[in-house]
Nanobody, 114 residues
Framework: QVQLVESGGGLVQPGGSLRLSCVAS?????????MAWYRQAPGKQREWVAT???????RYADSVNGRFTISRDNTKYTVFLQMNSLKPEDTGVYFC???????WGQGTQVTVSA
């Protein structure tokens, strides 16, 4: 059974950077699968952040476009989210999702604060 495990979250100052990872374990996420990152801020609904799909350009929410980069390493069954120029409003729990499978990871906390 495939599981998604996120890591890389933490506390960072405004303007800083973090790199999140999402590893598929216990199975294999095909290189044909679309993968996405979502986030959920305290007291708010989960929102879409970015998607990467084979044969298509990555897509980003307007709030992160130009600051975040989604990528993947199919040989390691891993998806990444490079987050630069972080802002306090980027704070939240970040989740990865295997879109076609409807499978979610458990999330990793990102806190942007001085």
């Amino acid at each position: 059974q495939v599981q998604l495990v996120e890591s890389g979250g933490g506390l960072v100052q405004p303007g800083g950077s973090l790199r999140l990872s999402c590893v598929a374990s216990g199975g294999r996420i095909s290189s044909f699968d679309a993968m996405a990152w979502y986030r959920q801020a305290p007291g708010k609904q989960r929102e879409w952040v970015a998607t990467i799909a084979p044969g298509r350009s990555p897509r980003y929410a307007d709030s992160v476009n130009g600051r975040f980069t989604i990528s993947r390493d199919n040989t390691k069954y891993t998806v990444f989210l490079q987050m630069n120029s972080l802002k306090p409003e980027d704070t939240g729990v970040y989740f990865c999702k295997a879109v076609e499978h409807g499978l979610w990871g458990q999330g990793t906390q990102v806190t942007v604060s001085a």
